[in-house]
């Protein structure tokens, strides 16, 4: 279960799937498709982290997709990517197009599956995807009040887009500022997670 992961019980792999580490445990074939092709080509790319939550997976398979509806979503959307949906990824042929979807993006949706953030640390990539599903989050409680979403001016959504697109500053924020206190909170929490 998630809640039982450790450092100690994480299985390395190479990017052609074979296992580095010894381990009881085996790899997800088609988590390894997803993380493998953003490896091979993105050097920048320290973790990369991959949910199917609710409200993420709901967002994905909606037509709009994400919208920027509020200031969440606009801290994510100036550097959003979209995925089409080609089955479970087990299919290797499917990580070209993984690739060139992603580009230089941080953040992706993968349509009718779920999220998707890279980061140059576990920090950053952490941040993105609470970002992200925050952004999914409000999203779909927004459009459960029905059609009431105040207009965001495209002035206001460029603006931002120029604010949050500084990637040294994001990447600062997270390992300095956010990162930290979230450790020393697990610590309190569950110490264990170290072992």
């Known amino acids: 279960m998630f809640e039982e992961i ?8 190479d990017l052609d799937g ?9 790899i997800n074939p088609a988590g390894f498709t997803i993380h493998s092709a ?5 050097e920048d ?3 990369i982290l991959h949910l199917h939550t609710l409200d993420g997976t709901a967002v994905s398979s909606c037509l ?13 959307t100036h550097d959003l990517a979209y995925h089409d949906y080609e089955g479970v990824a087990l299919d290797h042929d499917e990580r070209p ?28 990539a952490f941040e993105r995807m609470y970002h992200l599903e925050r952004a999914c989050s ?12 105040y207009p965001v001016d495209q002035a206001v959504i460029d603006k931002n887009d120029r604010l949050f697109a500084n990637a040294d500053r994001a990447e600062l924020r997270s390992t300095q500022l956010v990162w930290p206190p979230l450790l020393r909170k697990l610590d309190r929490i569950d110490p264990g997670y170290r072992n």
């Open 45 to 47: 790319a320290g973790c």
């Open 18 to 26: 074979n296992q580095l580490s010894e381990s009881e445990y085996s």
């Open 97 to 124: 197009r993984l690739q060139r979807d992603l580009g230089s993006k941080n953040h992706m949706i993968l349509r009718n599956h779920g999220t998707l953030t890279v980061g140059r640390s576990v920090a950053s």
């Open 64 to 76: 709009d997709g994400l919208l920027p509806l509020n200031q969440t979503a606009q801290f994510v």
């Open 138 to 149: 409000m999203q779909v409680r927004t459009r459960m009040l029905g059609q009431t979403a």
């Open 6 to 13: 450790t450092a100690s019980i994480l299985v390395k792999v």
């Open 38 to 42: 953003i490896h091979e080509v993105r």
